[in-house]
């Protein structure tokens, strides 16, 4: 029988490659590996401190991926409150110059301020977000409602998190959520409605990864402007989607269809906000967040089909959405009351 390796050894084998190609670089492991939240699926999150703007990039080493975010000397000395938030639980592997050890100590001290300057941002998104989804219901646009409604939905889990200072980590928001404090029972079901848990399945799953597939597919073969490689720089590496397929199948496997099925719905507002915005850019139109799936599913430069639009779950009566909606909104303003 083959054994399983031990996690010390996949960890050492899946980094050690990082180190050795990054050999002067300072290096600390982030994400849910340093928050002690990981699965077996799980990709190693790596910080390099690096001269110059890097997009992301993924590195597979046998079974395992390790996933590499750069940022400069300045930013991690001067870090915005969300990689703030990540230093602080970041664990240096290589840090002659002490440069990460001394931001780490720093975001520790500073963790409960930047989890509210977060958890503030993301609650107003939210917010936004909801008045969008109430507007477009007014104008029959009951597709472009259910996105803004799953944006609203993120973005509240998020700020929700950030108010008992969890950081959230996107394929583990639901157990999160579920491992907070019962203070507010009634909190986790308007979520949950909002985030359209109700149509988790394997089916719906897969349904939804092999849409995802397609947008990033899409992405990873568009033309970037230079000023957002960086930004969106992670969707030209073909291991990203294949990062995101073995946390699908880890989590189906072990029968955790709601929490694959909101992992996934993170993964689409993103995904589909970036390509819009990597649209207009494009044609030089105007933002607009009220047409996101008008824009890319409609006219002779659209780029997805509305098969696609279906297969990612965008499919929920304007009356579900309505309710959903008014249910998250009570849940939005009780939580804006406790700041």
Request: hydrophobic share 40%; aromatic share 6%; net charge neutral.
């Amino acid at each position: 029988m083959e054994q399983t390796p031990h996690p010390i050894d996949a960890s050492v084998n899946t980094i050690l490659p990082v180190l050795k190609s990054f050999p002067t670089n300072e290096v600390a492991i982030i994400g849910c590996h340093a928050l002690n939240l990981s699965r077996r699926s799980c990709e190693y999150d790596l910080l390099i401190v690096n001269r110059d703007p890097i997009p992301e990039k993924f590195i597979k080493v046998g079974e395992g991926y390790a996933k590499i975010i750069f940022r400069n000397e300045r930013d991690v000395r001067q870090p915005d409150p969300q990689l703030a938030l990540t230093l602080a639980s970041a664990v240096p592997l290589r840090d002659s110059s002490l440069l990460l050890a001394g931001a780490t100590s720093d975001c520790k001290r500073s963790f409960s301020a930047n989890c509210r300057k977060s958890m503030e941002t993301r609650l107003a998104s939210s917010l936004k977000s909801l008045a969008r989804a109430e507007e477009l219901l007014s104008e029959k646009e009951t597709q472009e409602a259910d996105l803004s409604l799953l944006s609203a939905a993120r973005d509240f889990a998020y700020a929700e998190l950030l108010m008992s200072e969890k950081v959230p980590s996107p394929s583990h928001v639901l157990g999160q959520i579920k491992a907070l404090p019962k203070r507010r029972p009634s909190s986790f079901k308007q979520w949950a409605d909002a985030f359209g848990l109700e149509l988790a399945s394997r089916v719906s799953c897969e349904n939804r990864f092999d849409a995802l597939s397609v947008i990033y597919d899409v992405l990873r073969t568009s033309a970037f402007e230079k000023e957002t490689v960086v930004q969106m720089g992670r969707y030209r590496e073909i291991e990203a989607i294949q990062v995101m397929e073995m946390k699908v199948g880890e989590l189906l496997s072990s029968m955790q269809s709601a929490e694959c099925f909101s992992f996934l719905g993170q993964e689409v507002v993103q995904s589909l906000v970036d390509l819009y915005l990597l649209h207009v850019s494009r044609l030089s139109k105007e933002k607009n967040y009220s047409r996101v799936i008008r824009e890319l599913t409609v006219g002779s430069d659209r780029l997805i089909s509305e098969d696609v639009v279906k297969s990612l779950g965008l499919v929920r009566s304007p009356e579900i959405i309505r309710s959903a909606a008014s249910g998250l909104k009570s849940a939005v303003s009780s939580l804006a009351k406790r700041i």
